[in-house]
């Protein structure tokens, strides 16, 4: 793995531009669902108690029972707390150290009953207030060495 290519990435990375001519991929498998114009995380629902989790689990936390469905979750939720990350989170960081800009962190409270933690499109408080109305996006994350974008799911205030 080598530190200093990252050096050739784009120090002002635009985080709303889509670029179709690059290859597209999720962060992680099964966390959204995705490419679509209305973009969904995939969540579960135990099937013994309803209660709801995001990332999917298998297993309830909240019964223990070992019976879940996959649902696909609210794209809308409230803005339960915030907070702006100014630092690369501890390694491992899969994004580019050099290019790291500080960016907004928060619990999205769904219809569901579920917090999602997240980051957010912002990462300035004047914009943000807890109790604003929260809509998923999908957006680039990180570019890896061979130009594939690594995408990631953002909360951004709801269009009203
Ligand atoms: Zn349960």
Not at 113 to 134: F, H, K, N, Q, T
């Amino acid at each position: 793995m080598s530190k200093t290519a990252s050096k050739t990435a784009s120090k002002t990375a635009s985080k709303t531009a889509i670029r179709t001519d690059k290859k597209q991929i999720p962060i992680a498998e099964g966390l959204f669902a995705w490419p679509s114009s209305s973009p969904q995380l995939i969540g579960s629902r135990c099937q013994g108690c309803g209660e709801v989790a995001f990332p999917k689990q298998s297993g309830c936390p909240n019964c223990a029972g070992d019976s879940t469905e996959e649902v696909l979750l609210s794209r809308r939720g409230k803005l339960w707390t915030w907070t702006i990350q100014h630092f690369p989170p501890p390694h491992p960081y899969a994004g580019d150290l050099d290019a790291f800009v500080p960016f907004g962190v928060g619990y999205i409270e769904l219809p569901e009953g579920i917090r999602v933690e997240a980051r957010l499109s912002l990462s300035d408080p004047e914009e943000l207030e807890i109790g604003m109305e929260m809509e998923l996006a999908i957006e680039k994350f990180a570019e890896r060495e061979d130009g594939v974008e690594l995408m990631t799911f953002v909360f951004q205030p709801a269009a009203t």
